[in-house]
């Protein structure tokens, strides 16, 4: 049986760890509640913006944008895919990063085998946001841009805008061919799932299932059959719809990944220290039981003492 003071010793790592869990445990829960207001207020202008590229849709309206039209390859040709993949710069979130990498790698190797059949070639770039996505992902022999430098902490708009035209920029120029975000949305407060969203080249259908669940949209803005006019011209609103949505886009999946990412860590904090109380309990445990044996030792001495002092007195 160990030593009481080693028994103790463990005893107050033990609670050193359970306070720090704790702490770390209530820092993320306020950072996790300010991430889901921000994304509530950004939420109905992205979402209206939204609506509209839907209601454009269904009224039959054809858009010939480069945003909303996928190019058009051949055979042997190579398909240029970028991916936008949000991690965090620090551990102790459970799975979270973990889940995020797992499901890049699923999609790339989904991606390059689809192209592969059709007879097309893939060439991938990886844009990493987070110190250990980014880490592992060049460990594993991804191509990745080691100048696109980003966190998901704290999220502003100003940020979102500049990678919005960062990646406006990579697509115009025709570096990019597709772009997909990668990242963990916040089904519920303990249910976190990694999505594969397509950003570019928009996909009007697939812009419907972003809305989430019980979310009150306006009334529809275009009626059927009715004369649309466009002020000051069709591309212009096309224009300021793409630039707005790809804003609130990437605002909202740096939101909704830094929401989830401390969520995840809330989770993995308080069942840390829910075992740090358990281990204490058995430390505790372990400890009364030497000390007993300790004691029990002891008197067992002294009365074995007790009895050769009185064989000798005899």
């Known amino acids: ?26 820092i993320s829960a306020v950072k996790m509640r300010r991430a889901r207001q921000q994304l509530e207020k950004t939420l109905p202008f992205f979402m209206l913006c939204a609506k509209t590229m ?12 480069p945003f909303f039209q996928l190019r058009k ?16 710069d620090q551990g102790l979130a459970g799975a979270y990063n973990l889940n995020v990498l797992t499901t890049t790698e699923k999609h790339i190797r989904m991606k390059t085998v689809d192209n592969v059949q059709k007879g097309m070639n893939t060439e991938t770039k990886l844009y990493v ?19 696109f430098h980003y966190a998901i902490n704290a999220p502003t708009f100003y940020r979102a805008r500049d990678i919005a035209d960062y990646i406006y920029d990579l697509y115009v120029s025709g570096q990019l061919d597709l772009v997909y ?16 969203t397509r950003v570019l080249p928009v996909n009007a259908k697939a812009l419907s299932e972003l809305v989430p669940t019980g979310f009150d ?22 224009d300021y719809l793409i630039n707005t949505y790809m804003n609130g886009m990437v605002y909202g999946v740096l939101t909704e990944a830094y929401a989830s990412e401390q969520t995840a860590r809330m989770i993995a904090m308080d069942n840390a220290t829910d075992n740090a109380s358990d281990m204490m309990e058995k430390l505790t445990l372990e400890s009364n039981r030497a000390r007993q044996s300790k004691i ?5 001495e002294i009365v074995g003492g007790a009895e050769v002092l009185a064989q000798q007195d005899k």
Request: net charge neutral; hydrophobic share 40%.
């Open 1 to 26: 049986m160990a030593q009481i003071s080693e028994i103790k010793k463990r005893i107050s790592g033990v609670n050193d760890i359970k306070q720090m869990t704790r702490a770390m445990q209530l």
């Open 54 to 65: 839907v209601e454009l849709d269904e009224m039959g309206v054809h858009i010939d944008h």
């Open 73 to 88: 390859h051949k055979t042997g040709d190579t398909w240029k895919i970028g991916y936008f993949i949000l991690t965090g």
């Open 129 to 147: 946001a987070g110190k250990i996505g980014k880490e592992r992902l060049a460990r594993n022999g991804f191509d990745v841009d080691k100048n």
């Open 181 to 196: 975000f990668i990242y963990t949305k916040m089904e519920s407060a303990i249910n976190m799932t990694p999505m594969v």
């Open 217 to 238: 949209l306006p009334g529809r803005g275009i009626q059927a059959n009715s004369d649309i006019e466009y002020v000051p011209s069709l591309d212009h609103v096309i």
């Open 296 to 300: 029990t030792n002891e008197i067992s």
